[in-house]
Each structure stands twice: as C-alpha cells, then as structure tokens.
C-alpha cells in the first residue's frame, strides 16, 4: 500500500517547532505530523468522531501555529487601510474584520482576520496562517517606513485554542469571568485563571471562540477545557470542517496565482480604500470563479483533479468526503458560465469521470 | 480492533495479506495499513474478471485525507470482489483480515506464493 501516507510517516531532517501543548498531544496518542514547519496533531481519536464532536457539541483545536502581527503607533489605521483589502475605518474597537492581503498585482499573499484591540492607542492585532506568516510579517515590514507606525511580530507571546460547537460558548462561559465576545468581537477576559484574549471567531461554521493566551497558560487552559468534556481535535477534521463551512485555505483555494475576485472574496475588498492590489483588481472581469460543489455520485474529489463542465475547463483546489452530507465535496475553479447553482460539472478523479454540481455556500449548514 | 498479523496468512511488503486455499487467493490490507491510512470511506473495487499482477495495484482505498494503492501479493485473475464494502468501506478498519477482504483471485503462477512474507518476516519489517 502506498500513497499519501510516506509523508506522515516518514522522519524529517528539517527541525519542527512544537507548541507549548505538545506533550499533552502526544500524551493522548495523537498522531503528529509535520504542518508548516511545526509538528502538529492531524487526529486523535478519528477524523470522523472528531468532525462530528465539534457540529454535535464542542471541540478544541490548538492552532498556536498561527501567527500573530501587532500593529500600533498614530498611523496604523491609515498604515493597515493601505496594506488590508477590507475598510479597516469601519472596524470598532473590539470588533473582527476579515480581508487578505495582496500583492500588486492583486495575487493574495495571505487571509486574515484583525481585531482592534482597546488601548489609550491605536492597536491592532492580525492573525496569520503559519505557512505565511514570516513572509506577511516581511511584507508588512516592508511597507512601514512610510507610516509612523509600529509593526511586530508578535506570535510568540500567544498560544491559541479555538473552541468550535454548539456547546463550546457555554463551556468557555463556565471558565470565563465575565460576559464573552457576541459573533466578530473580541475581548480580554480571564479564562481559566489566567488573561485571555477572546474572540467570537473560528473556521468551522459553527458558533464558537478562538482564545489567545501566554504560551505559558495554554496547558492549564487546554486541561480545563477537556475536563469539562469538549473534545481535542485535530487538523484533518479543522480541514473537513472548513470545506463543509466553504472556508478559504490558503495554498489550496487561494495563492498568489489566484486574486481575491476570482476565489469569491470580492466582498471583503474595498477597492476605494486604494489598498494595495486594488488598481489591478478595478474593472477585473475574472474568467474563472471558485465554487463549492458536491458529487452526486460516488467518489472523493482532491486537490488538482481537473473539472470539466459545458462552458470549459476547471481544476479542484480542496475535495474531501464530507462527514456530515455523505459524499464527496470541494471547491474548484471553473469557468465563470459554469458557476451558476446547480449547474452539472464533471470531476476526472484519477481518470474515472464523477457526477458533480456546483452547490451555494456553505455545503453544509449545522440545522441546530 | 487492536493489532493484529494471523499466523495463517501470506504478507507483502505494501501492507496487503494473502489467503491461499487451492489456487485461489483472497486479498485484503494488514492491520498496520489500515491503521496508517486512518478510516477507510471509500473503495471501488475493480470488475470481476481483471487480471492482477504480482507487485502492481489493482484497487485505492481512500480515507477522508488520503488516496493509498492497493498492491497484489500475486498474479491472477478476480474471480470475486467483496460488493459490501461499497456500502461499508470502514469494515476494512473494522475487521481487515475478515469482513474487510478486498477480492479473490484464481492463481495464475501459485509458485509465486513462495515469495511472500510469513508473520515472523512480515513483524519484523514492521520495526
């Protein structure tokens, strides 16, 4: 038997960084594999379990791999409004806004979140994704000196715990002392005796937190967390998850290739805040566009399958077996007269042709 | 089910397991494979009258993260595919060396058994 599976089993020369949550992973017998240079846990007790934990009750992930970048000083709004796609004017303090940032061409180096943050200041936090977020950082570094402001890579002073389902607000309350964040706020709190930045956020489409914390913190919050009876998931169910909610992972459904009009997130670019990348996206009419879609037959789509519909050529950038619907979903790139809803698509997975449809977002939907 | 390699079994280096009665041979993935590959939720089995080949795969079986071939111990034709697996791809996970079968197959060069793996050799290339 062989396939994937060389690369999770195999050793690594290259050094990986661990979280401070590690040895409770490997404790519980989680499998670890390598993620964007860290060793991180893919599952523990089975992706489908875990899937299901977090849609029927709560689930925690450690994603302390992500990266965090503060940016404070007078010019930081003006400094964020120029370099994120989204009207940072419009974020209030303690509130979440996402945006991805681009490149000059409009090809997108990453996708964020930021929060403003209280303070006698301007200060603004922006998670990244692990894979970019040295290069984020850089780039953002890159495009300071022209603003007084402060850009700092602040990613290790955090460790972060997303607590995803419909029982993770209740629990996390429990361990809180005070009131949490509504839905796309955030606020300090102590959590687990110790002071937590909490925010209404997650990528798994259902309700939930994402909890930043010390490093130092994170064992004593994890332990309470799962003392209280939330599962610990890992990143092949976060994966599942996400596609069922139709959630952009960068380097799959989003890349430098791609901008931000094409992958369906014209939304969350204001092209009047003249960020960068926004001359190039003005008047872009995309030939391609990212939809969702599911089998209607048997088989699993994956990541480069090509697609063929009437109107031309397209490729999957995420496929998996949905938990939760049963069949095989994904995302893929088709032509833009082929991404009306319902329209019927074919996916040539290994060279065997699998009845698709494109499907509206989210795939799935928690009914609860 | 917990680990296990039955002593009356036939073992090739990819992790799949052979049953030899007479000239027939029924196929299947060890407990070390299925395990790796996490829970199965797919397999198309191949048609009923295809030729194997010794070393080459005749079949993917697909857990929600991976794609993984499937390798014929030895050469043959299907004579039999187990259909239920369609229906319930996990009882690979559940019960590889039982309900968990792949196919079975009409020896075309029995000689060739002897050069698969007994347990004892299989166990060891497992450490």
Not at chain 1, 123 to 142: K, P, Q
Not at chain 1, 318 to 323: A, E, L, Q
Not at chain 2, 5 to 17: A, G, N, Q, V
Request: aromatic share 8%; proline share 6%.
């Amino acid at each position: 038997m062989t396939g994937s599976l060389p690369a999770t089993l195999s050793s690594t020369a290259e050094t990986l960084r661990r979280t401070a949550l590690y040895d409770r992973h490997a404790a519980r017998g989680a499998r670890l594999v390598p993620f964007a240079g860290w060793e991180m846990p893919v599952q523990y007790e089975g992706v489908i379990a875990e899937h299901k934990a977090v849609r029927e009750r709560a689930g925690v992930f450690d994603v302390s791999h992500m990266g965090q970048v503060e940016t404070t000083g007078p010019d930081a709004e003006a400094f964020l409004q120029r370099l994120l796609s989204n009207d940072i004017s419009k974020l209030a303090e303690g509130a979440a806004q996402y945006s991805v940032l681009c490149r000059g061409d409009g090809g997108v180096l990453d996708d964020l979140f930021t929060y403003r943050l209280p303070g006698d200041g301007p200060r603004f936090l922006t998670v990244t994704n692990a894979s970019n977020h040295e290069r984020d950082y850089a780039w953002l570094a890159e495009h300071a000196d022209r603003f007084d402001v402060t850009v700092t890579d602040v990613a290790d002073r955090y460790a972060m715990l997303a607590v995803q389902g419909p029982g993770a607000r209740q629990t996390v309350a429990e361990l809180a002392d005070g009131e949490l964040p509504a839905r796309m706020r955030t606020a300090t709190r102590t959590v687990a005796g110790a002071e937590a930045l909490v925010c209404g956020t997650g990528y798994t489409g259902e309700d939930g937190l994402e909890i930043l914390v010390a490093p130092e913190h994170a064992g004593a919050l994890w332990d309470a967390l799962l003392a209280e009876g939330v599962a610990p998931i890992g990143l092949a169910a976060r994966d599942t998850l996400r596609l069922e909610a139709c959630f952009h992972l960068y380097g799959d459904d989003l890349s430098l290739d791609r901008n931000p009009i094409e992958a369906g997130l014209g939304w969350a670019c204001k092209l009047e805040t003249g960020f960068v990348g926004a001359d190039a996206l003005r008047g872009f009419e995309p030939k391609d566009k990212l939809v969702p879609f599911a089998f209607t037959g048997p088989g699993i789509p994956r990541q480069g399958n090509p697609v063929q519909t009437e109107h031309g050529e397209g490729v999957v950038t995420s496929g998996t077996m949905s938990p939760c619907l049963e069949v095989g979903i994904g995302m893929a790139y088709v032509p833009v007269a082929a991404a009306e809803l319902g329209t019927p698509i074919q996916v040539d997975v290994r060279g065997k042709l699998r009845d698709a449809e494109v499907r509206a977002k989210p795939l799935y939907k928690n009914p609860s | 089910m917990a680990e296990s390699y039955p002593e009356d079994l036939s073992y090739h280096p990819e992790h799949d397991w052979a049953r030899i009665d007479g000239d027939v041979a029924t196929f299947g993935v060890t407990w070390y494979a299925q395990d790796a590959l996490g829970e199965v939720v797919f397999y198309d089995p191949p048609e009923v009258g295809a030729t194997v080949t010794k070393d080459q795969t005749y079949a993917e079986v697909e857990s929600v993260k991976a794609v993984s071939d499937v390798f014929a111990p030895l050469s043959g034709e299907i004579v039999e595919v187990n259909g239920a697996l369609a229906d319930s791809p996990e009882k690979v996970n559940q019960d590889p060396y039982g309900e968990g079968w792949m196919v079975k197959v009409r020896l075309s060069d029995p000689g060739e058994v002897g050069t698969l793996l007994d347990v004892g050799a299989y166990r060891d290339l497992l450490t």
